[in-house]
């Protein structure tokens, strides 16, 4: 039987780190760094080694608000929409904004606010469940490692299920990835990789 491998991605630090590695500091639309999840889910599931079948993609972004923030609300939309279209299961949360909010100090932002917990809570209730052999999780979101070792927990002595991670090689983010006291097997992921993958829709039309 071929391991079911499910694919957990953390929209924004695949997002940024995209950009960091691949388009530096140059002026860029805001739509370079934005990957197809489900296309990106298949290849990483086709790098592992032995016989693996893919179980899911779900990718997990923050919400913008309808009335606080409507353009970006619609863009979500559509690129959710899209997201749902391809396979990808979406996770969402809603962002929180700044009381006062646009009208706040330039260093004060809106910030994602419970999507690595509701990350961290799917892989874990996912693994007891036994919904999948291998997780492969791709963020730069320490506060995840608690979870990922807990996974690790579970299936010490029998191998499965088995955590994995990902990240972008290129650029300044070649060291940067989520590390386990236990080995954890890293896909690092090229330019070549990632051009395959992103995705150049313009959703804020």
């Known amino acids: 039987m071929p391991d079911r491998v499910m694919v957990f991605l953390d929209y924004q630090n695949v997002y940024w780190s995209a950009r960091a590695a691949f388009h530096g500091t140059r002026p860029s639309p805001g739509r370079y760094g934005?990957?197809?999840?489900?296309?990106?889910?298949?290849?990483?599931?086709?790098?592992?080694?032995?016989?693996?079948?893919?179980?899911?993609?779900?990718?997990?972004?923050?919400?913008?608000?309808?009335?606080?923030?409507?353009?970006?609300?619609?863009?979500?939309?559509?690129?959710?929409?899209?997201?749902?279209?391809?396979?990808?299961?979406?996770?969402?949360?809603?962002?929180?904004?700044?009381?006062?909010?646009?009208?706040?100090?330039?260093?004060?932002?809106?910030?994602?606010k419970g999507i690595d917990v509701a990350l961290a809570v799917d892989l874990v209730d996912l693994a007891h469940r036994r919904e999948y052999d291998i997780a492969i999780v791709f963020s730069l979101d320490a506060d995840l490692i608690p979870a990922l070792e807990r996974v690790q927990t579970i299936g010490l002595g029998k191998g499965r299920p088995r955590i994995e991670v990902a990240a972008w090689s290129g650029g300044t983010t070649d060291t940067h990835r989520l590390r386990t006291s236990r080995n954890t097997w890293c896909h690092w992921l090229n330019e070549t990789v990632y051009r395959q993958v992103q995705d150049l829709t313009d959703y804020t039309r």
């Open 34 to 112: 934005d990957v197809d999840p489900a296309k990106l889910g298949a290849i990483l599931n086709d790098m592992g080694p032995g016989a693996r079948t893919l179980a899911g993609v779900r990718i997990y972004r923050g919400r913008p608000s309808p009335k606080l923030d409507p353009r970006s609300h619609r863009t979500w939309q559509r690129q959710a929409a899209a997201w749902q279209a391809s396979g990808a299961t979406v996770v969402t949360q809603a962002i929180w904004y700044p009381v006062g909010w646009p009208n706040v100090d330039a260093g004060q932002r809106p910030k994602e």
